[in-house]
């Protein structure tokens, strides 16, 4: 099973990447490969943040408000990192580099936080989860809403 959904912002570390275009911040859970990933479009160049399920120690979806969601992701261990390359004219494959956050916070910043909308983060994860008893096992849901 895969969930796959866009987000609006990225963050590891201080080091934040932000939407600018349709599908340029990606998030995919790939339940027979057991993998999640965050792919990140910026010009001509695709990239790649890839982790294990097994590498999670905790999730927690926040939800802050009627429209906006927040899932932050607790790591044991740095994730993977890749480049995607051109093989031939109509294939491309990823290719592993080394980390792209500024100044590599991701292999040392094992806290990843995802926001995104609400009726996507609300929707989405729950297939994921009842589908994988580690996830499952490691989710956490809040949801808070402050009215003044």
Known sequence: MRVIF???????????RLTLNHADLVCQFDGSMRLMSWEIVEGPHRCKIEFSFESVKSMLLHIANESTGY????????????????????????????????????????????????????????????????????FFFILIFLFF
């Open 71 to 138: 899932l932050y992701v607790q790591l044991s261990s740095p994730p993977q990192f890749y480049l995607e390359v051109k093989v031939s004219e109509t294939r491309s494959a990823w290719r592993a580099c080394n980390d792209i956050t500024e100044g590599h916070q991701a292999t040392t910043e094992m806290r990843h936080m995802i926001q995104a909308s609400k009726a996507v983060l609300t929707k989405q994860l729950p297939r994921l989860f009842d589908n994988d008893p580690h996830l499952r096992q490691v």
């Open 6 to 16: 866009e987000a609006d912002r990225l963050k590891i570390g201080s080091w934040t």
